[in-house]
């Protein structure tokens, strides 16, 4: 299954760049990073916009099972989110350049990568700890909803790669040069963070109706698969 996007490379002809400096490809992929950090912050103040309090900076809780986890005993999250006694999201931000997630539960001969197996543990973690697992990536595969059922989770497939407003200059030279649009290097959400954020609690609920409907499901021995335009 292919995921994501794929970019061809200009040739060094067509390339504006200098020669001694590295081509936008290898640029992007160093200040990625740093751009996920700004996804953080950005889906930080989309939940405060909603309502939502959020703390300034991650989280850490007890795992209920660092046995199974890629860390010690504590369990970072990146943005703690609450809606009143509601509901506590505890979100998971991806921000890499060919990152494209699917269910990390199919039958497959293929070993899951490191971040496939934290994406993981974090659904099963927090789905223990009473928290809503969710994940915010640029992209999603569709065979994600049946996984985040499972563990009363949700996803966010934002479709932008962020930038730090201090990589804008990267940025640019990456939209123009991959004529990728979907380039987020502003210091506040874009809007549809915010419009997520605010459809969130119907969401959640939806997820929590899938997830029973295949626990019935599971039981009689039958097969059940989510409506995705019900999302």
């Known amino acids: 299954m292919r995921t994501g996007i794929t970019c061809r490379v200009p040739s060094r002809r067509s390339c504006s760049w200098p ?14 990073p740093r751009g996920g950090g700004h996804a953080e912050v950005l889906w930080r103040l989309a939940f405060e916009a909603e309502g939502w309090v959020v703390p300034d900076k991650a989280v850490q809780v007890r795992c209920p099972d660092s046995s199974r986890a890629l860390h010690a005993e504590r369990h970072e999250i990146d943005v703690y989110a609450t809606l009143g006694r509601s509901y506590t999201v505890a979100c998971e931000v991806k921000n890499g350049a060919a990152e494209g997630w699917v269910d990390p539960e199919l039958p497959s001969e293929v070993k899951l990568t490191k971040q496939q197996h934290m994406v993981l543990h974090h659904f099963e973690a927090m789905n223990e700890l009473g928290l809503v697992p969710m994940l915010a990536a640029p992209f999603v595969d569709p065979s994600f909803y049946r996984f985040q059922a499972r563990h009363g989770g949700v996803h966010a497939r934002y479709l932008y790669h962020v930038f730090d407003p201090r990589d804008a200059k990267v940025a640019a030279a990456v939209k123009e040069t991959f004529r990728i649009g979907h380039v987020w290097a502003e210091p506040s959400p874009p ?29 009689a021995r039958e097969s059940f698969e989510p409506d995705l335009d019900d999302y």
């Open 19 to 32: 020669a001694k400096r590295s081509p936008p490809f290898t640029t992007r992929s160093n200040v990625l």
């Open 191 to 219: 809007q549809n963070f915010r419009l997520f954020v605010r459809r969130l609690p119907q969401m959640i609920e939806k997820t929590r109706e899938v997830g029973r409907r295949m626990e019935e499901a599971d039981e």
